[in-house]
């Protein structure tokens, strides 16, 4: 029973449709974003520019877009189009263009032209409250993007004399900024307004204040009861502190696969800090053994030996020799045992953002898992994978891989597998196709509520 609880979502809230419907509004749109959709607001609102022919309607439409472009974090697209501002633009609507701009640059670092931005609206004037008090932070931001951490520091000493009390926002992008770069003793008076949780612990750790040992036994507490997945973060940097380069990978690839943009910097990881973890476990593994640089079948082998024995092993020498063997034979063998170990492990997500610019590993995954013996573990992946395709906007594809999670059995997981895929139909425009699959479910349900959401759904069909 343990996929019911993913179930009730799907029965309890009707699959959305794509296209616009003639009365949405900028301010429908956004409240459609606020509530989780900002992709499907943002394709509506693009389309809507495309189809009005009122110049105010479009200027409408482009500001929405831009908060939009903001909220997705899609910061070149941000940038290039709030760099010049449409004809017929009001002078408000040129300051909410180099409002966005100033915020799109300072996100992507480059700090000389957020600066000149930020130092010309601060002189114009034309900023309400709220936007001051911003941009006093992204100053801060610029600072701490530079370097330059002791001007970081004496401008957030300024600013809490200015606007206190701070938000718990502001002081975790301040406590972050001052713990990454070098300054965590000065982000302890900070904690009180961040509460007890990983981001305090890992500052503490990071100030010295904790000693490794004793936020180790905090973080695996913690996540024992289900605590959050920002506690992998604190055990990375444990093992950072303790030298332990296997614990530190084995963290990484956990944070990795439950991180999500809610979890603040601090705690989060990318794939790059992966593919190193891996390397430096790989590298300390070699020296033990006394394997030679360029010997790619050498460390093949201990690779593969390690798959049963020391499984986090395999995946580092996998990832290693994944970057550095001069085989090319090898080096493709390689990313293939690593991506099947990490789903083996059920990192699927972890395989996804390893391999995400890797077009054609993917498909090859999927029939390498076709002939995998436990069909749970296989269904459940394809379930995984589908649902990443998804996220992806691939409707498509993520339909065929959740319909082939659902074929073949008739448990939770089956069920969970044809809803999505119904789902996915629906929003790649295969509206027979989905039919089909709300209808199978139909037949197969004997619950007299499910039933009824399964009518509705199809009743609601686009």
């Known amino acids: ?47 809507a520019q495309k189809t009005s022919s009122d110049r105010a309607h479009r200027l409408a439409w482009d500001a929405v877009q831009w908060e939009l472009l903001h909220q997705l974090q899609r910061w070149p697209e941000l940038l290039e189009h709030t760099g010049s501002v449409p004809s017929g633009s009001d002078d408000a609507m040129r300051r909410q263009a180099s409002w966005w701009n100033v915020r799109a640059a300072v996100a992507m670092h480059r700090d000389d032209e957020a600066r000149t931005g930020l130092t010309r609206m601060l002189w114009q004037g034309g900023l309400d409250a709220a936007q001051a008090r911003e941009a006093r932070q992204l100053v801060i931001a610029i600072c701490f993007s530079e370097g330059r951490a002791d001007d970081a520091y004496l401008a957030i000493l300024r600013f809490r004399q200015d606007y206190s009390p701070l938000s718990r926002d502001e002081a975790i992008a301040f406590a972050q900024g001052l713990a990454v770069n070098g300054k965590a003793a000065q982000a ?50 444990a093992a950072i502190s303790q030298r332990d380069t296997a614990a530190h990978a084995e963290a990484l690839e956990k944070l990795l696969a439950v991180q999500d943009e809610s ?44 798959e049963l024995e020391n499984p986090i092993a395999a ?20 990313e293939n045992r690593l991506a099947m170990q990490l789903l083996h492990a059920g990192l699927v997500k972890v395989a996804h953002r390893l391999f995400a610019d890797t077009v054609d590993l993917v498909p090859a995954l999927v029939d390498d898992l076709e002939s995998t013996e436990n069909s749970a573990a ?15 906007g691939e409707y498509a594809q993520a339909a065929e891989y959740l319909l082939r999670a659902a074929t073949g059995a008739k448990d939770d997981l089956a069920r969970l597998a044809r809803l999505r895929a119904a789902e996915n139909l629906v929003l790649a425009g295969f509206r027979e196709d989905a039919t089909s699959q709300y209808r199978l479910l139909l037949d197969g349900e004997s619950d007299s509520l499910r039933r009824r959401a399964l009518q509705k759904l199809l009743e609601e069909l686009p």
Request: aromatic share 8%; proline share 6%; no cysteine.
């Open 263 to 306: 979890l603040p910097s601090l705690l989060g990881t990318t794939p790059a800090e992966l593919w190193q973890s891996y390397s430096t476990y790989a590298m300390e593994l070699g020296n033990q053994r006394q394997l030679l640089l360029g010997d790619d079948g050498a460390w093949h082998a201990m690779a593969l030996q390690m």
């Open 378 to 392: 296989r269904r459940e992946a394809l379930l995984q994978i589908g649902s990443l395709a998804q996220l992806r």
């Open 188 to 237: 302890l008076p900070l904690l009180p307004l961040l509460g007890e949780g990983p981001l305090a612990t890992l500052v503490r750790l990071r100030a010295g204040t904790v000693p490794s040992a004793t936020a180790i036994v905090q973080a695996r507490g913690a996540l024992e009861k289900g605590g959050e997945a920002g506690y992998w973060a604190v055990l990375a940097q």
């Open 315 to 334: 995946r580092a020498l996998y990832g290693h020799l994944a970057r550095q063997a001069q085989d090319e034979t090898l080096q493709d063998e390689a």
């Open 1 to 47: 029973m343990r996929y019911l609880f993913f179930l009730l979502p799907f029965f309890l809230f009707p699959v959305v449709g794509v296209h616009a419907a003639a009365n949405d509004t900028p301010q429908n749109i956004l409240r459609l974003a606020r509530a989780g959709a900002p992709q499907l607001a943002l394709s509506m609102v693009q389309r």
